[in-house]
């Protein structure tokens, strides 16, 4: 697999293949199902500075075309990620990337700073585009002037590789723009996009917070869209994400102008759906002698 290793500034992969931020627990979970070593990076359920216990009610809708979620960032917090979840991912052998959430500028600081010196923390990508809880997350986006200061804190403090998760419900070039000249690595287009659901018997919304997050491959127009245009537009490595359930929407992603993508949904599909997409992957680009997936732009 090492032969389509990809950069994203200064994180370097064995394979563009990564797993998404809350479909895939912490990585350990799927041991059972396949060697998670093979992907390219595992993407960690978000951590915040203190446990959430995350949203009361209904958490999941399943829809025609993909999943409404609305867990709200459950989590253990930094002190139960180092005590509780460190212990069982020093032994998994690929990039591992952690999940970062906060509601204000000191929140994400502070768990960052904690991450820093963990030498089994390979880099962090940071959540400001949560579509389902009602602080933080994408309210904490559409403030540019925050957004700044926010990457400008955390590259001053983490020396490793930083990502930033952008959401289509926000201002994506303006902050993509912002992340090249912060000197972040790379953004991920795209989180869930906000949404909601009627229970027309209960004469009630769905969810106790009305607000949910679209996934699936309802969402995958809408991904590629928001990929081809903040890598045409801004020249920031991006991680394509949203919607992708088969090698060929892996492809569409790399046409698009994703350097890597991750796998969501699928997950939730069949629990080796990642190890399957980047097997047909790898078995297309030798099928076509494609080397490099830059040679796939449109």
């Not at 993909?66 to 960032?73: A, E, Q, R, T, V």
């Not at 949910?212 to 991006?238: C, F």
């Amino acid at each position: 697999m090492k032969e389509f290793g990809v950069s994203l500034s200064s994180l370097s992969l064995k394979n563009p293949i990564m797993v998404a931020s809350g479909t895939f627990g912490f990585g350990f979970e799927y041991r059972d199902f396949y060697d998670t070593s093979i992907l390219g990076a595992i993407v960690s359920k978000g951590i915040s500075l203190n446990p959430r216990q995350g949203n009361y009610g209904n958490r999941i809708l399943e829809i025609k075309g993909g999943l409404i979620n609305s867990i709200g960032l459950e989590n253990p917090g930094i002190d139960g990620f180092v005590s509780d979840i460190l212990p069982k991912i020093e032994d998994i052998k690929t990039t591992y990337i952690v999940n970062v959430l906060g509601s204000d500028l000191e929140e994400y600081i502070n768990v960052v700073s904690r991450l820093k010196d963990i030498p089994r923390v390979d880099g962090v990508e940071i959540n400001i585009s949560c579509p389902n809880v009602k602080s933080g997350g994408l309210s904490f986006g559409r403030d540019l002037n925050q957004t700044r200061e926010l990457a400008r804190g955390i590259r001053k403090i983490f020396p490793k590789p930083i990502i930033f998760k952008l959401s289509a419900d926000l201002p994506y070039i303006e902050i993509a723009k912002i992340m090249r000249d912060e000197g972040i690595d790379a953004v991920t287009c795209i989180n869930t996009i906000q949404s909601i659901a009627i229970d027309i018997d209960r004469k009630d919304f769905y969810f106790k917070n009305i607000y949910g997050g679209l996934s699936g491959p309802a969402m995958k127009p809408v991904a590629l869209r928001v990929v081809y245009q903040v890598s045409k537009e801004v020249g920031i490595p991006v991680i394509g994400c949203g919607g992708i359930m088969s090698y060929r929407d892996v492809i569409e992603f790399f046409m698009a102008g994703a350097t890597a993508v991750q796998i969501g949904t699928a997950n939730f599909c069949s629990p080796d759906a990642a190890k399957r997409i980047l097997e047909d992957t790898i078995i297309y680009l030798k099928k076509n002698k494609i080397s490099s997936v830059e040679e796939l732009r449109l």
